[in-house]
């Protein structure tokens, strides 16, 4: 009787691994695509699947249309922007030299994914489904701010004429427009680190400008 060596197949990739593969070679496919300044709107999923290497079935299975995708790869081309943002506000602050590190590390973050994130902005302004993800995304943001705010005043680490609600509405927003009004003037001369070092300085005296025992010093 003839044997037949069976040959053992290699182990198939988990689901949650082959996804999240998939999922970047489509976020670099979209920022590829991006770069040369062509709008998000103008992009065709078909020349979107091709160029991360999906067939049309597959990448609809995944993203059912352009606002799913475009929310996906905000999720993942921010995530490491506000992990660098929440990690600070939940730290202790102990100078201004904290919060311009951890907005440089921001900053660094939009860089590197800014045709992405400029298309975000754009899409988010009448698109209903973007619009609604990244409001919600940032009022997470915020809220994440004000309750560190409400400690802080509580334990008089901050002046009791800070209102949590509204500063921290009002830090999130000038943060991420000022970013992105940066990055969207393609002849903006506003180096990073300038740009890290105003905001940092602003982020800083709005909190602990008039800290109790504070100088307020910048």
Do not use: C
Not at 6 to 28: K, M, N, S, T, W
Not at 74 to 84: K, N, P, S
């Amino acid at each position: 009787m003839t044997s037949v060596t069976r040959i053992p197949r290699a182990p198939r990739e988990p689901d949650g691994d082959r996804r999240a593969g998939f999922e970047q070679r489509v976020l670099h496919a979209v920022e590829e695509l991006l770069a040369d300044g062509t709008p998000y709107t103008e992009i065709a999923v078909q020349k979107i699947a091709a160029a991360s290497g999906a067939a049309r079935s597959t990448f609809y299975r995944y993203f059912p249309d352009k606002s799913s995708l475009l929310i996906r790869m905000a999720e993942l081309a921010t995530a490491d922007l506000f992990a660098t943002a929440e990690r600070w506000w939940a730290a202790e602050h102990g100078d201004r030299d904290g919060v311009v590190r951890a907005i440089s590390a921001m900053i660094a973050s939009f860089r590197e994914h800014r045709h992405l994130l400029l298309a975000l902005s754009e899409v988010a302004a009448y698109d209903k489904e973007v619009g609604a993800y990244w409001r919600k995304r940032l009022a997470v943001f915020a809220d994440l701010v004000r309750r560190r705010l409400e400690v802080d005043r509580e334990r008089g680490a901050i002046g009791s004429a800070v209102d949590p609600a509204t500063t921290a509405i009002v830090l999130t927003a000038m943060v991420e427009r000022s970013i992105t009004a940066v990055f969207a003037d393609s002849g903006s001369a506003i180096a990073d680190d300038v740009l890290a070092a105003a905001l940092g300085r602003v982020t800083w005296l709005a909190v602990y400008g008039d800290a109790p025992g504070g100088d307020g010093a910048v």
